[in-house]
């Protein structure tokens, strides 16, 4: 018998992939990829995405590998297929030019860190790009900070001004090369360059010289940590009082010196992120002068080609990569350049005007910076990853909401200001813009509202702000012209939460910070509410506090401690303790009479009378200190047995303040955190609608209440929901108050 041999009917698909697909080597992991399962067709960019067609037999198996296989950067929300009429006369697979217009659905990548291939060839004497400071692949380098617009290519970036060489050109056209499409490739003969050799920075910083260095998102501030003299000088000229510096080392090796880092700590801080990573300072092994009275330090490893390269000269330019698994001795302070609270500097000109009166040395590259953006802080809080700033590496990337939902802006709150943007099922927010009290960092906020807007292609429906009406985030949502939608303070903290977690169902929330807005026009910064959606219900509140001085009351703890001795009736103590701090018997009056004593129920206030009663601090040289040694005191949490009280829902700790009279510091630091939580848990329990709670605001940051918060809820069966995508902080306030509004327009 004759067998006929037959042929399948020749099929091709169109295949749409949206996602974070764009600037990481998608196009020639198609191409391959599609070589590999013998298909013709085309792949390009365009404003959505990716898109492509595919011609041939395993069609299926080529598209479960494009799921499966994707490049490590990428980030795939959705394959849309189709099929389309065959091209019989077709040969081959050819990546073709970008095509732009129409509204944006995909989204440029962060920054990333150096990747290992392009390391190996930074440090090899052999390779064309040895020791050059701007190499890159399409693995990792500069996205977000170079990028003006959609689609990403080339002449959309600030390297449309560098024409590529020959070499590079070969490697920028060659499907088979790791620089295929690669839009910041460059190389020392095209590329951008440093106005200072290497050699001569890393003697700067020898000598103990404050060095202005040019990086991915704007200027570092860089330092010899290990010179006091240099440390405090750049103190004192950048007005820092207390707040810690970053560090930053070469490697995980050096920073295990200084630190304990556990495997959690070390993939957070190794990650292409490159986040600076909040761990505990071994004692002794850090410069007092880096981290004053406090038990964490942030570090951070190199990022940048000009990070490693600092490293390399110190360590007298070993060949190969061996050196990066040996501890360090050089370990740099690495702090924004941003003077005086404003934004960073970006341009080689705002550097030299600036900066001079800061840097002994100026360090400058001629590829521009577009969009600002300052290093990332995170920490690990109950062994899960969470963000204390979010900004580069982690921005523009979006967090998944439960649901699609419409176009909002939303402005964020005050003190550390962000924005989000809503499109479909994703909420992007901006990189961290700072507090909105000067001109300069008004004007950033205006410029990354407009440059958000503009890389996502949307037009807002309505704008979402706070409650409160001096805000100027929220006069500037009144000036836009749009529907606005006032969001409470704690409801968008809360909201904030469940958006992250994708949770729509009714669910209790502690909200814990220094200060919102109550709908009763009250200072609020400790409550407990029950969010649905765009609706909240308040639950319970701290019980108020008095700040005789009003707001100077959150920069003086002494004068918490002073409210909290008023209302025990220990007047007499006011005067015997706090002599020296300032006009005791002033206050005393302004307590009696309720003279410019306005009531609180902030968390952070209680946090600064107990750091005032245990002597921890008097005063406080930057927002938050008080706590922050507080916290560093701790070493295990103890609960005092009738710590609180809770009546028709106020919760009074009163008894706690009582309490620390007589304790040490540490003592006193380790009944506070484990009282304060056990009466968290007290007052949450007997109102859950489900085993769920939701954990918010900045006091949340303090991984000593917050582990003890998640255990304890554990105990009882209830997990205890926290942030991790977007800060606990007023950093993640904008993506609460766009999903609720975005909830009041679809409701």
Known sequence: MMHVMTHSPLTRSRVRVRGLVQGIGFRPFIHNLAGSFGLTGWVLNDSDGVLLEVQGGDCSGFLQSLNQQAPPLARIEGIEVRPV?????????????SV??????????????????????????????????????????????????????????????????????????????????AQPTACPTCGPQLSLPIEEIVARLRAGDIVALKGLGGFHLACDASDDGTVNRLRALKQRNGKPFALMVANLPSARRIAQISNTEAALMSGTE????????????????????????????????????????????????AWLDQPQDLTLVMTSANPLGEPLAITNREAEERLAGIADCIVTHDRDILIRSDDSVARVVANTPTLIRRARGYVPRGVTLPRSVPPVLAVGGHLKNTICVTRGTQAHLSQHLGDLDNAATLGFFEQTIK????????????????????FLSTRHAESLGLPTIPIQHHHAHVAAVLAEHGRTRPTVGLALDGFGLGEDGT???????????????????????????????????????????????????????????????LLVQMLERGFNSPETTSCGRWFDAACGLLGVRTTSGFEGEAAMVLESLATQPQTLAHGWTISNGVLDLLPLLEALQNLSPVQGANLFHGTLAAALIDWSLPVLPTPEVALSGGCIQNAVLTEALVQ??????VTALIPSQVPAGDGGLSLGQAWVAAQHLIH
């Open 451 to 470: 440059h958000l807007l503009n890389i996502l292609e949307v037009e807002p429906v309505a704008v979402a702000h706070d409650l409160h009406p001096d």
């Open 523 to 585: 200072s609020r910064g400790g409550e407990l509410l029950l969010v649905d959606g765009a609706r909240y219900q308040p639950l319970g509140h701290f019980a108020p506090l008095v700040q005789p001085g009003g707001d100077v009351a959150a920069q003086q703890p002494w004068r918490m401690a002073a409210s909290a001795l008023f209302r025990l009736g220990r007047v007499d103590e006011i005067h015997r303790r706090f002599v020296g701090c300032g006009n005791t018997a």
């Open 712 to 717: 304890g809820f554990a105990r009882h069966g």
């Open 274 to 321: 490159r986040p600076i990573v909040l761990v505990w300072a071994i004692p002794g092994k850090v410069p007092a002068a880096v981290a004053p009275d406090l038990a964490h330090i942030g570090i951070m490893l190199p990022y940048t080609p000009l990070h490693y390269l600092l490293f390399h000269e110190a360590a007298s330019r070993p060949a190969g990569m």
């Open 100 to 181: 732009s217009g129409g509204g944006a659905s995909t989204a440029i990548g962060p920054d990333t860190g150096v990747c290992q291939d392009c390391l190996a060839e930074l440090f090899d004497p052999e390779n064309r790009r040895w020791r050059y400071p701007f190499l890159n692949c399409t693995h990792c380098g500069p996205r977000h900070t170079i990028t003006r617009a959609l689609p990403y290519d080339r002449p959309q970036t600030s390297m449309a001004g560098f024409t590529l060489c020959p070499d590079c050109a070969h490697e920028y056209h060659d499907p088979r090369d790791r620089r295929f499409h």
């Open 85 to 97: 009429s065959p091209e019989p006369t077709e040969a081959g697979f050819e990546i073709r030019a």
